[in-house]
C-alpha cells in the first residue's frame, strides 16, 4: 500500500505560491518528514494527500488508487476511511471524553458500526500509549501530551493505510514531543503504514526514515520556470 | 449508561402521556331516574281524600303502622326519606305533626291541609309556653288536632289536598275537580247525618272517651267532657266510681274504638249507653268515609235518626 | 444517523445548564399563554354552566353580581337578607317551586347552605356514602369538604363561630355527617349542606333546652306570666343536636320572618319561567330576580378582555425570547466553527456536519415542544382545581 505522488502541480489562484512535484514515493510502514519553510508547501502536500484539495496536474495514488481522479464525496469518504488525521492542535471535541474522542472517525464512517471489537481495539490502541485508565475520562481533563495521544488513537483506530500529521508535536513540551512522535512512528511502522508529518522541529528529523525538503521543491521549479 | 436514546425518549414519553390522559369524565348532570310518583298522606283522612282524588294515577301512602295513632307517630329515618322522595306530603296542620319543625322537607312538597282554616284551630287550655328573656318570643302551645271530625274543616282540607294536587299534575285538573265535588258532596252528606243526630241529642249528657273530639263537638254543639280511657284498658275502680257518680239520666258515652267485653259489661251494668264514634285517623279494612258513616248508623240506631 | 444523534446527546449534555435555561425560557412563552386561555376558558364553561343550570334567581335588592355568585358559589360577602315568607309567595304565584339557601355561614373554609331536599334533585348531586339529610341538625358535605377535612359519615362538623366577640349571636352548632356526595366538580363539592331550618339554629333563632316546666328547672325560670314562662340567661341550650333531644328543639317567633339569602325558583318550562319573571320584575320592587347567565356573561366580558391583554403582553414576550433563542443559536454555533473544521478535515460530509450543529437546536425545540404539551395537557386537567386552591389559600 505505497504513496505514489506524479507530476504534482497545485498553486491558489491570486497567488504567485506554486507547488510543484515532480515524484514522491512512500513505501509502506515508512515514516517521511516533510520539512520547510513557512509557505513553502508542507500542508499544501498534506492537503492534495488528504483529498481535501485537488492539483491542477498529477496525480496522488495510495495503493494504486487514484484519489486525485475521485470526485469530493469520495475523496471524503476515502479520508474518514482510508487515512488518519493527526493535527498540531489535536482537534478533539471538548464535549466528548477521550473514548468517545478516539471512535469519533469511526462513527463519521460510512458502513463502520461501532462493536464490541471495535472498541475492545480502541482500547488495545490506548493501552499502547499509556491512556487505558483514562478510558472515560473527559479530555479537558488530559494534559498536551494525553490529548495528542488520543489524536493518535483516533488516527489510527480504522487501521488506515497513510496517517498524515501536520505539526503533531507543535503545541507540546521537549519531554512529550519525542515520546508521542516515537510512539506514532512505532505504531505507524508496526502496521506498515505510511507516516507523512509536516515538522518544524529538526530535532526530531532522526526520528524519521526520510526527510523532505519543500525548500529543495521550490528551488527546482523556480529553476526550470526562470 | 444514560445516551442519547433517552433524551429521545423523555419527548416521546411526555408526548405518550399526552395522549394518554385523558380529560377526567365529569359525572352526568342529569337527575336520577325517578320512581314513579306518590303522595304521602300523615292520616286516614287525608290519605283517602287523596286516594279518592287522584288514587287511580298516583300511588298514595300512608306510611303510619296500624298499630299506631298517626298523631303519636315519629317518623323514622327511613321513613322521612321517603317522604322527601315524594311528590307531595299532605299534613293535617293544627299541630298534628309536631315532628315536621325539626325534619327536613322542601316546603314545595308539603302541603298543611288544614292551614285555611288556621282561624278555627281550638287551641287547648292549660298548656305551658316559654319565651327568654321579658322581650322574647313565645313558644307556640298546642292545638287540637282532629280537624276533620268538624265536616266543614273535612272540606277545607279536602279543597287543599285537590288545589295541590291539580298544581302539581295540572293535565288532570279537571279530573281531579269532578272527583273533588264528588268527594265534597259525601262529606256533605257526613255533615247532614251528624247534624242530625245532634238535634236528636239535646240535652243529653255527652261523655267521651278521650279528648279528640274538640272540633266535632264544637262543629254540631256536642259538647262534652272528655276522660282519657282506652277502650282496651280497663279502668280502675275509682274511675268508675268517679263516672258513675257523675252520671246523669241521658248520659251518652262515646268510645273511639269498639270497648272490650268487660268494659261493655261493666258499662251495661252501670246503665250507660255508649256507642263508637270513630274519628278514622288510623288505616283499618274500612276506609275513612266508611268510617264516617258506620258512625253515622250507630248514632242512627241509639236513636233511629234518619239521614 | 445513530451515531450523528449520540454525538449530538453527548454536545447536549455537556452543555445541559445553557440548554435546560433555554429550553426553560422557550417551554414558558409556549405553555403560559395557552395555559392561560386554558384556565380562561374552563373557568369561563364552569361558570356558564353553573348559570345556564341556574336560570333564575331571587333575593334582596341590591347587586346582582354579587346575588349570582352568591347563590351559585356560595362565595359572596355576608349577604343581603330576605324572608323565608317569599318561599311560599314564589309557591304560590303558580309558576315555580322555590328552593331556599342560606349561606351565611362557614364550618371552617366551607361555607354551610341551608336549603331544602330539593337541591341536590335539582343539581343532580348523587351521595358517594350515607343517606340525605333528614332530621333538624344534620349534614351532608361535598366530597372535598370530606377529603380536606378527613370527613366521613358519623363523623361531627362544627359551625365557626362569626366573631369571636359575639357571644350572644351565632354560637357552634355540631352537626353529624350523614351523607358525603360524590364529586361534582362544582361549588357543591366545597360545601356543607343543611336543612334551612338549621341555619337558623345556627343564628340562633332556634334552639333546645331543657323542658322549663320541670321541676328541676325552675331554676331557669325568671317568672311566670299566666300560660307563659319566662326563662333566664342561665338555661343551657344543647349545641348539638342529637336523637335524645331533637324533640325539645323549637323556634321562637314566625318561620315567615326568617331570614335566608336567596331563592331558586324552578319553574317547569320556560314559560312559567316568564311569567315568573315579569311577575317579579313588575310587580315586586321589594325583592330582585336576576338572570344568572346573563350576569355572568357580563362579568365573564370583562375577564376576557383582561385575559386578551394579557397574552399579547406574553406573545411580545416570546418574540423576544425567541430573539435571544435564535442569538444563542448563532453564537453557539460560531463557537463550534473549530469543531466543524475538525470533522470536516477528518472527512465529515457537510450533511454530517450540519445534522450534528442541528442536534442542539432540534432538541431544545423538540423538548421544550413536548414539556410545554405536558404543561399545557396538565393545566386543562388540573389547572382549574389548583387556580381555586392557589385562591382559596
Aim: glycine share 8%; aromatic share 8%; proline share 5%.
Amino acid at each position: 500500500m505505497s504513496l505514489e505522488i506524479e507530476g504534482l502541480r497545485f498553486s491558489y489562484d491570486g497567488d504567485g505560491f506554486v507547488l510543484s512535484l515532480p515524484y514522491l514515493k512512500i513505501l509502506p510502514g515508512e515514516s517521511v518528514a516533510l520539512v520547510g519553510p513557512s509557505g513553502s508547501g508542507k500542508t499544501t502536500l498534506l492537503n492534495l494527500v488528504a483529498g481535501i484539495l485537488s492539483p491542477e496536474l498529477g496525480s496522488i495514488s495510495v495503493d494504486g488508487r487514484v484519489i486525485t481522479d475521485l470526485g469530493i464525496r469520495q475523496r471524503r469518504q476515502h479520508r474518514l476511511c482510508r487515512m488518519g488525521m493527526i493535527f498540531q492542535s489535536f482537534e478533539l471535541l471538548e464535549y466528548l471524553d477521550l473514548r468517545d474522542n478516539v471512535l469519533l472517525q469511526a462513527r463519521l464512517a460510512p458502513g463502520v458500526k461501532i462493536s464490541p471489537e471495535l472498541e475492545q481495539q480502541a482500547q488495545d490502541i490506548v493501552a499502547e500509549l499509556g491512556l487505558l485508565d483514562k478510558w472515560r475520562r473527559p479530555v479537558t481533563a488530559l494534559s498536551q501530551g494525553e490529548r495528542q495521544r488520543v489524536a493518535v488513537s483516533r488516527a489510527l483506530l480504522l487501521d488506515p493505510p497513510v496517517v498524515l500529521a501536520d505539526e503533531p508535536t507543535g503545541n507540546l513540551d521537549p519531554d512529550n514531543k519525542r515520546a508521542v512522535l516515537d510512539q506514532l512512528i512505532a505504531l505507524c511502522a508496526g502496521g506498515n503504514r505510511i507516516l507523512l508529518t509536516v515538522t518544524h522541529d529538526h530535532s526530531l528529523l532522526p526520528a524519521f526514515d526520510r526527510v523532505v525538503d519543500m525548500s529543495e521543491l521550490l528551488a527546482q521549479e523556480a529553476a526550470e520556470n526562470g | 449508561m444514560f445516551n442519547f436514546r433517552h433524551y429521545l425518549l423523555l419527548p416521546l414519553c411526555f408526548c405518550v402521556a399526552l395522549v394518554g390522559c385523558g380529560q377526567e369524565q365529569k359525572p352526568s348532570h342529569k337527575r336520577a331516574e325517578a320512581e314513579k310518583p306518590y303522595i304521602v298522606a300523615v292520616n286516614n283522612p287525608l290519605y283517602y281524600f287523596a286516594d279518592r282524588l287522584v288514587g287511580d294515577r298516583v300511588e298514595v301512602r300512608l306510611p303510619v303502622p296500624d298499630e299506631i295513632d298517626p298523631a303519636q307517630w315519629q317518623p323514622s329515618v327511613d321513613e322521612l326519606l321517603q317522604l322527601q322522595g315524594a311528590e307531595l306530603v299532605l299534613l293535617n296542620g293544627a299541630g298534628y305533626s309536631p315532628w315536621v319543625a325539626n325534619v327536613s322537607l322542601a316546603s314545595g312538597r308539603v302541603v298543611t291541609t288544614a292551614e285555611a282554616a288556621r282561624p278555627s284551630w281550638i287551641e287547648l287550655e292549660g298548656q305551658m309556653t316559654h319565651s327568654h328573656g321579658p322581650e322574647g318570643d313565645h313558644a307556640h302551645g298546642g292545638y287540637a288536632f282532629t280537624t276533620w271530625m268538624d265536616m266543614s274543616l273535612a272540606k277545607i282540607q279536602a279543597k287543599a289536598a285537590a288545589s295541590s294536587i291539580s298544581s302539581r299534575w295540572p293535565q288532570w285538573s279537571d279530573d281531579v275537580s269532578a272527583k273533588l265535588n264528588s268527594l265534597l258532596a259525601d262529606i256533605d252528606d257526613l255533615d247532614r247525618g251528624y247534624r242530625a243526630f245532634a238535634t236528636i241529642a239535646v240535652g243529653r249528657q255527652l261523655i267521651y272517651s278521650h279528648p279528640v273530639y274538640q272540633y266535632f263537638e264544637r262543629a254540631y254543639g256536642l259538647e262534652g267532657h272528655s276522660l282519657h280511657w282506652e277502650p282496651d284498658i280497663m279502668p280502675s275502680d275509682s274511675q268508675w266510681r268517679k263516672l258513675s257518680d257523675g252520671l246523669g239520666s241521658r248520659a251518652l258515652f262515646a268510645w273511639e274504638g269498639e270497648p272490650s267485653i268487660e268494659i261493655t259489661a261493666r258499662m251495661h251494668a252501670l246503665g250507660l249507653q255508649f256507642v263508637v264514634i270513630d274519628p278514622g285517623a288510623r288505616r283499618s279494612e274500612a276506609d275513612w268515609l266508611s268510617l264516617q258513616r258506620a258512625n253515622l248508623s250507630r248514632l242512627q240506631a241509639l236513636g233511629n235518626i234518619g239521614r | 444517523m445513530g451515531d450523528l444523534f449520540y454525538l449530538g446527546s453527548r454536545y447536549i449534555s455537556h452543555h445541559r445548564a445553557k440548554l435546560l435555561v433555554l429550553i426553560f425560557a422557550i417551554t414558558l412563552v409556549g405553555w403560559l399563554p395557552v395555559a392561560i386561555q386554558i384556565i380562561v376558558d374552563q373557568t369561563a364553561e364552569q361558570l356558564l354552566e353553573r348559570a345556564e343550570n341556574t336560570p333564575l334567581v331571587i333575593g334582596a335588592p341590591g347587586s346582582p353580581l354579587e346575588l349570582s355568585l352568591g347563590s351559585l358559589y356560595f362565595r359572596a360577602k355576608t349577604p343581603a337578607r330576605l324572608n323565608y315568607s317569599e318561599v311560599k309567595k314564589v309557591e304560590a304565584t303558580g309558576y315555580a317551586r322555590a328552593i331556599p339557601l342560606y349561606y351565611r355561614f362557614r364550618a371552617q373554609d366551607y361555607p354551610i347552605v341551608g336549603t331544602s331536599s330539593d337541591y341536590f334533585s335539582y343539581r343532580g348531586l348523587q351521595l358517594a356514602s350515607g343517606r340525605p339529610a333528614a332530621l333538624l341538625g344534620e349534614a351532608v358535605i361535598g366530597s372535598k369538604v370530606a377529603e380536606t377535612m378527613s370527613l366521613g359519615v358519623g363523623d361531627p362538623i362544627i359551625s365557626s363561630p362569626e366573631s369571636v366577640f359575639d357571644l350572644a349571636g351565632v354560637y357552634p352548632l355540631k352537626m353529624p355527617v350523614v351523607g358525603v356526595l360524590a364529586p361534582s366538580f362544582s361549588p357543591d363539592d366545597e360545601a356543607v349542606f343543611v336543612d334551612v331550618k338549621t341555619t337558623w339554629v345556627i343564628q340562633g333563632l332556634g334552639h333546645g333546652h331543657q323542658d322549663l316546666n320541670r321541676q328541676e328547672a325552675v331554676g331557669q325560670v325568671l317568672k311566670r306570666e299566666g300560660g307563659n314562662l319566662v326563662a333566664n340567661a342561665s338555661v343551657r341550650q344543647f349545641n348539638t343536636i342529637t336523637s335524645e333531644n331533637l324533640d325539645s328543639f323549637h323556634f321562637h317567633g314566625e318561620s315567615s320572618a326568617f331570614p335566608i339569602s336567596a331563592i331558586i325558583p324552578v319553574a317547569p318550562d320556560d314559560k312559567s319561567a316568564a311569567l315568573l319573571l315579569g311577575h317579579f320584575q313588575e310587580e315586586r320592587e321589594d325583592v330582585q330576580i336576576v338572570r344568572s347567565r346573563r350576569v355572568i356573561a357580563q362579568l365573564l366580558d370583562t375577564v376576557f378582555t383582561v385575559r386578551d391583554y394579557i397574552v399579547v403582553g406574553i406573545a411580545v414576550v416570546a418574540i423576544a425570547t425567541a430573539t435571544v433563542a435564535l442569538l444563542v443559536f448563532y453564537l453557539s454555533l460560531r463557537l463550534r466553527s473549530g469543531e466543524r473544521f475538525t470533522l470536516s478535515r477528518i472527512g465529515a460530509s457537510r450533511l454530517q456536519v450540519q445534522i450534528l450543529m442541528a442536534t442542539e437546536v432540534v432538541f431544545v425545540l423538540l423538548f421544550s415542544a413536548a414539556l410545554a404539551a405536558l404543561l399545557i395537557a396538565l393545566t386543562r386537567q388540573y389547572g382549574i382545581s389548583l387556580m381555586q386552591q392557589l385562591l382559596l389559600a
